[in-house]
């Protein structure tokens, strides 16, 4: 009880106008994986929650992007969020974030996976299939910093080959999960890159289109999704905030059984089962991917003079020895 009565304090004081914040909330960032009133009716619960543990009104706001996620932690203008590996990754190295959480997902624990979906009369078997008709074909991808919807996919199935979707397929579309869901199962997409979570909320949601989908792929597996914030937050109010995470769902002092329920179902529609504290290193294999990703892009460039290729190259070989074992990234 201690530290949350000083956290408090510290709180008081890191959102006092003089700081430059608000001085009535924290601002709680959501990636925009499905539509906006979707997420913001999912987790309206765990804000609210997380409000009363804290004693402060926290406020969502969901970004359509990737990148105004990330630009919004790095102004400041949100203290945590939930997204993803690659734009967690790319918070942490230019926005000043850090991962504090990690979600658990509701069927494979600290982990869950990228897949190809496709409809289940297109007669598209396999990647290989996908491949051999990309010409005709229509892909839609998710946000370029998405883990599931682009740089998974984007490493295992294109890359490895030498391959830039852009060009390979008649047309390529950008857009978040359920839209992309969606847009297979109506027709306008043949192909799509998505993931293991968001399909078991798709599953739920549109049970007779979900009826149609056959999944082709399925990636190695990838960590679950991170909880990030400012790294400038006070060490106390961090600890707070975690808490307050790891707490939810759970029974605790006070906390009534119609509490507890509502929580879990919660936890449930977002295909979740709690939170466990977490730091920069889960971003370890994604930052391997997104190393490989680049040396492939660099060796398939002969545009570029050789020295400069070579010398890129190397500082990427560099960049995978500090991570450890390079081969910790499974063949395609």
């Not at 790319?90 to 509701?106: F, T």
């Amino acid at each position: 009880m201690k530290h949350i009565l000083f956290a408090l304090a510290t709180l008081a004081w890191f959102l006092a106008p003089s700081h430059g914040h608000a001085a009535d909330e924290l601002v709680f960032g959501l990636i925009g994986t499905e539509r906006h009133e979707t997420l913001l009716k999912s987790f309206a619960p765990l804000s609210e929650a997380l409000a009363r543990c804290l004693g402060i009104p926290v406020r969502v706001t969901v970004h359509q992007d990737y990148a105004g996620a990330i630009w919004d932690m790095r102004s400041g203008r949100t203290h945590f969020a939930w997204m993803g590996n690659k734009a967690a990754l790319e918070a942490v190295d230019s926005a000043g974030a850090e991962v504090g959480l990690m979600a658990l997902s509701r069927n494979d624990g600290a982990g869950y996976f990228s897949h190809l979906i496709v409809r289940k009369d297109s007669g598209l078997i396999s990647p290989q299939d996908v491949l051999a008709r990309a010409a005709d074909l229509t892909l839609a991808l998710g946000d370029p910093n998405s883990t599931s919807g682009s740089l998974v996919p984007g490493y295992y199935l294109f890359a490895t080959r030498n391959l830039d979707p852009e060009t390979l397929f008649k047309r390529t579309i950008r857009a978040q999960h359920e839209e992309n869901f969606l847009a297979v199962a109506q027709g306008r997409a043949d192909v799509a890159a998505t993931n293991s979570v968001d399909l078991q909320r798709f599953k739920s949601r549109y049970p007779s289109e979900w009826a149609g989908i056959r999944i082709i792929w399925t990636s190695p597996r990838i960590p679950s999704d991170p909880i990030v914030w400012k790294s400038s937050l006070p060490d106390p109010l961090k600890k707070a905030i975690r808490e307050c995470f790891i707490s939810f769902g759970k029974p605790a002092p006070g906390k009534g059984r119609a509490e507890l329920q509502a929580e879990a179902d919660t936890l449930a529609d977002l295909q979740w089962t709690g939170f466990v504290p977490s730091d920069n290193s889960q971003l370890a294999p994604v930052r391997r991917i997104e190393l490989y990703r680049r040396m492939r892009t660099l060796e398939a460039d002969d545009t570029m003079p050789a020295d400069v290729r070579t010398a890129r190259i190397k500082a990427i070989d560099e960049a995978l020895l500090l991570l450890g074992a390079p081969e910790d990234v499974p063949a395609p």
